[in-house]
């Protein structure tokens, strides 16, 4: 069985890779299971006996913590015979602000250098692979904006643009929001269920459990989201094609 160890900021990242294993992707090949590093959370996983690739998923609890804890365990873990590790965060962060405060492609290419420095300077950089979401991981949930009508049914493109200004059809949203995770709270607060984007474990699982194939396919078939299709692209190389052409039906929930 091959072992792959994914680092997440928090609970979005993980909570959405966890859809993503156990309902987009066939999970009768997989196997995933979630780690708070820092013990506050938990979430299900799929464990399987039978998979050939077996996912852990460690919540690092902040941005800037995703690459601390690969640098801290990647000796430790590449010798339990984890063959690859993979690292996702935000580009928006304490660091991001201090350099800019708006979509800036100097200063994202300084953070995603610097990055790659410290990988490379580990003790086998070839198995790490890092991903930045541009902005925020929310901008992919923008992209997929037939989201927020499964939510509620007023919250279509045109009542958004009508009320908030912003066309989610026509827009790229990792170049369009430089603080998303804002954007996407404004969308929920105009259906009056009394709903807020506050990054909680009940809104995020109802956010993402929403997510479908179909979905994500729409949003590369725009060319849109180019780093939702590079973290995307670096799962399916890893599953293998078969998996994907027969998702399971099986459903993520809280």
């Not at 849109?224 to 299709?229: E, G, L, M, Q």
Request: charged residues 30%; glycine residues 4%.
């Amino acid at each position: 069985m091959k072992k792959v160890v994914i680092f997440t900021e928090g609970l979005t990242e993980s909570i959405f890779i966890c859809h993503l294993l156990g309902t987009i992707y066939n999970n009768c090949f997989l196997s995933y299971e979630y780690i708070d590093l820092n013990g506050k959370n938990k979430l299900p996983g799929f464990l399987n006996k039978e998979a050939y690739i077996d996912f852990q998923i460690y919540d690092a609890g902040c941005d800037e913590g995703v690459l601390a804890k690969i640098k801290e365990r990647e000796k430790k873990l590449f010798k339990k015979g984890v063959k690859l590790i993979i690292g996702i965060r935000d580009m928006y962060s304490g660091r991001y602000l201090k350099l800019s405060n708006n979509i800036n492609s100097a200063t994202i290419r300084k953070l995603i250098d610097e990055a790659n420095f410290e990988i490379s300077e580990m003790s086998d950089s070839s198995r790490i692979k890092f991903h930045f979401s541009i902005m925020e991981i929310e901008a992919w949930f923008l992209a997929m904006y037939k989201i927020f009508k499964k939510i509620n049914s007023i919250l279509s493109v045109e009542y958004i643009k009508e009320k908030l200004g912003f066309d989610l059809l026509n827009c790229d949203p990792e170049k369009e929001f430089f603080h998303p995770s804002e954007n996407l709270d404004k969308i929920l607060k105009l259906c009056n269920m009394n709903l807020k984007y506050n990054k909680s474990k009940r809104i995020i699982f109802k956010i993402v459990s929403k997510i479908s194939l179909k979905m994500i396919e729409e949003v590369f078939e725009r060319n849109i989201c180019s780093t939702f299709k590079g973290f995307d692209k670096e799962i399916k190389n890893l599953i293998g094609i078969t998996c994907i052409n027969n998702a399971s039906n099986k459903q993520f929930k809280n």
